[in-house]
């Protein structure tokens, strides 16, 4: 593999990186004008895995247990997410969206959704797949080569 090619990988992924930053930082204050990007994505997994822990978060998104329960502490506070005990475990607090939150995040999701049909209008159905083919390829490489295990959703 020659560096050129390796190159050019890293700075598209750079721009997009950037621009999807920019994008879900939009999407968050759409969801709650307090929230930035970051509280956005820790909304999203919980909304694709209602039930899963604080630790479980910090894990798959890669902070400290403290930085998360901080996060999950303020989401509380805006009415977006829950804590419920756990009837098999007391230490465990299982987390899950509010009504408002689930609300809030399928009006993002929407739009999201329509942003992405808008700029995709022009690709064929067989160039959208090969590309979520190799973005799932990239990012199960980039967790292999992390050495942490891979986000299944």
């Known amino acids: 593999m020659s560096d050129e090619?390796?190159?050019?990988?890293e700075r598209e992924l750079g721009l997009f990186l950037r621009r999807a930053r920019a994008a879900s930082a939009g999407v968050a204050r759409s969801v709650h004008p307090d929230l930035d990007g970051s509280a956005y994505l820790l909304l999203s997994a919980v909304a694709r895995t209602p039930g899963t822990r604080t630790s479980d978060l910090a894990e798959l998104l890669g902070v400290g247990r403290g930085t998360m329960s901080r996060q999950v502490t303020r989401l509380e506070r805006l009415g977006l997410l829950v804590r419920r005990p756990d009837p098999h475990d007391s230490r465990s607090q299982p987390l899950e969206l509010t009504a408002e939150g689930e609300r809030r995040m399928a009006h993002a999701r929407a739009a999201r959704q329509e942003y992405l049909h808008r700029s995709l209008e022009g690709w064929q159905d067989?160039?959208?797949?090969?590309?979520?083919?190799?973005?799932?390829r990239l990012n199960d490489d980039l967790v292999r080569g992390a050495g942490r295990p891979a986000d299944p959703h």
């Open 5 to 9: 090619p390796v190159l050019r990988v």
């Open 126 to 136: 067989d160039e959208l797949l090969r590309l979520a083919d190799l973005l799932g």
